[in-house]
Nanobody, 130 residues
């Protein structure tokens, strides 16, 4: 059974930093395939959007334009835990942040859409105040 548990959310002033963690369990390398791991966020009244995605087999990463240069995604290959370092936070970064995972698809890169991921955590709230 796959479980994803996020932590590290909280309230911070604009310009501050937070580090999110996602503890995974139940993800196993099957048939030598790797995984796509990602962070998504959802602000009130808005759709869930991909923030940062990483591939476990080559560490290639995708970032939404809105977070490039401020957020860094990383993962621990030993246990497939996932992290998101968020610096220079802005009020528009406020939202519920979700960890997501799925097997690497039969395409060159990880998907970046909600429907590309089948496993989800419960989310951790990030609130950035001005």
């Amino acid at each position: 059974q796959v479980q994803l548990v996020e932590s590290g959310g909280g309230s911070v002033q604009a310009g501050g930093s937070l580090r999110l963690s996602c503890a995974t369990s139940g993800l196993t390398y099957r048939n030598y395939r790797s995984y796509c791991l990602g962070w998504f966020r959802q602000a009130p009244g808005k759709e869930r959007e991909g923030v940062a995605i990483i591939s476990t087999h080559d560490q290639s990463a995708y970032y939404a334009d809105s977070v490039k240069g401020r957020f860094t995604i990383s993962q621990d290959n030993a246990n497939l835990n996932l992290y998101l370092q968020m610096n220079s936070l802005k009020t528009e970064d406020t939202g519920m942040y979700y960890c997501a995972a799925d097997l690497f698809p039969n395409t060159p890169n990880c998907g970046t859409r909600v429907r590309d991921f089948g496993y989800w955590g419960q989310g951790t709230q990030v609130t950035v105040s001005s």
